[in-house]
């Protein structure tokens, strides 16, 4: 990451961070030359802005970042972030104008905006370093960025190099690097062990399907994540239209999303028994692929009547799901890049989560807000249940009538949890459009507030 945060540099730049209803006041206790300088250019401290205040000799002495009011900073994450990413290379410290409580948020949108996904060419990234703010934790700090960007670089793979073998072997790579125990489960031991959903959504492909099982720590609470694998969604036999299928390399984001989180988790220590099942398939086409009015009888034993291919990551999840929940951990959650009805209702930018306890849903509302990483409790609408059992089978995988598809996609996967407390994320996993400390592509979403939430969630 080329942005980077340092404890303390001698030859760090004074960067002065700067609200316009402040500029005035900030001027009037500079040099003249400097003032007019400031003048000259016409900076206004709207985010964004970024200006390099020269000396005598041509040399900077000085770097002014516009932080905007507190209109403007409501409709973003990061204002500092948008500033990083337009200062020249070198060393920067903070020296006026960033609020106490704003300097943790702000020291991780400096290293997020520094972001790049490297791996298809040669251009060589900047170097632009922060002087970490008084009390902030840069080892804390450090660990979510580089969650994030695990994230990031997992979902940006194509899946000519990010398909269920390659996936697999990036979660064996974190557990190596942390100390945790890993078991893969794959091709037709699938169905012998009795993950037959699993095996029917990924059967179709070249790269085998798998259930990778992480497991890490010895002591504390049980949090079992559980993650959608699913690396190229073609839609199977339901097959998808072309401009549906071209961000479908994406269609994993969930278990992107849990290998970050796992990493936060465990390079941070918290005190639990963490575990992480990620059902990594390839929903292809072939001809031994599933078939619309399949019906499938499920690790629960509950029966799937298939009525669309396309809706295939609840059922590789809900093997996974029914898996954890004879582990009884004392938490449960899955994410996934599930419905595209939970985008139409919430856009690409808000987590939707469901649960049906208030106080869990109470602690992570609090942890967003808290950290920015914004969320919304949707329902687990109990009379939309009828909707999802079909009558031939115990379930329906893809109701009809076009209504609630995120609630109805929640009511399917809350059958294969039993008594488990459970909370299900319908994430995107990708950013449209570049904002700041956010660029275009594969991103994390919830994560940051369910890592600032786990204390309350589990009693840690």
């Given at each position: ?451 600032d939430a786990l204390p309350d969630l589990l009693d840690l």
């Amino acid at each position: 990451m080329p942005h980077s945060l340092i404890p303390a540099a001698d030859d760090a730049l004074p960067l002065h961070v700067i609200e316009p209803p402040a500029l005035s006041d900030w001027l009037d206790t500079q040099p003249a030359e400097v003032a007019k300088w400031v003048r000259a250019n016409r900076f206004s401290g709207d985010p964004g802005e970024v200006l390099m205040v020269p000396g005598p000799d041509g040399a900077p002495v000085m770097a002014l970042a516009g932080y905007g009011t507190a209109a403007k900073r409501a409709r973003g994450r990061f204002a500092l972030a948008g500033a990083a990413g337009k200062l020249p290379d070198g060393r920067y410290r903070i020296a006026s104008g960033l609020p106490e409580g704003d300097r943790a948020r702000e020291a991780l949108g400096w290293l997020l905006a520094g972001y790049r996904f490297e791996r298809y060419h040669g251009k060589e990234a900047g170097d632009v370093q922060l002087v970490a703010p008084d009390g902030v934790d840069i080892a804390r700090i450090e660990t979510i960025a580089e969650g994030e960007t695990l994230i990031r670089d997992l979902i940006n793979t194509p899946t000519s190099d990010m398909g269920p073998e390659q996936l697999e072997q990036a979660a064996r790579d974190l557990a190596g690097r942390h100390g945790a125990r890993i078991d893969v489960i794959a091709g037709d031991d699938l169905p012998k062990r009795n993950f037959p959903m699993i095996h029917a959504v990924g059967r179709a492909s070249t790269s085998a399907p798998r259930l990778i099982d992480m497991e890490w720590g010895g002591s504390g609470p049980r949090l079992t994540l559980v993650g959608k694998g699913v690396c190229f969604d073609t839609g199977g036999l339901n097959i998808k239209p072309g401009n549906s299928m071209a961000l479908m390399k994406k269609d994993m984001g969930g278990a992107a999303n849990v290998l970050g989180l796992a990493h936060m988790i465990m390079a941070l220590g918290l005190d639990l028994r963490l575990r992480v099942l990620i059902p990594a398939v390839e929903n292809s086409i072939a001809g031994n692929a599933m078939r619309p009015g399949d019906i499938l009888t499920s690790r629960k034993g509950l029966t799937v009547e298939i009525n669309n291919t396309d809706a295939e990551g609840r059922l590789v999840l809900a093997d996974a799901l029914a898996y954890a929940a004879e582990g009884t951990p004392d938490l449960l959650m899955s994410m996934a890049t599930l419905t595209g009805a939970a985008r139409v209702a919430l856009g690409p930018d808000i987590a939707p989560f469901f649960t049906d306890d208030d106080s869990t849903a109470q602690a992570l509302a609090d942890s967003a807000g808290r950290v920015d990483d914004p969320v919304w409790r949707m329902p687990f609408h109990a009379p939309y249940e009828a909707d999802i059992e079909p009558g031939i089978a115990d379930l329906d995988n893809a109701p009809g009538g076009g209504f609630a598809g995120a609630i109805t996609a929640a009511l399917f996967l809350r059958r294969f949890v039993d008594d488990s407390p459970y909370v299900h994320w319908d994430i995107y996993g990708w950013q449209p459009k570049a904002v700041p400390g956010r660029p275009k592509g594969g991103a994390g979403h919830a994560t940051r507030a369910i890592l600032d939430a786990l204390p309350d969630l589990l009693d840690l």
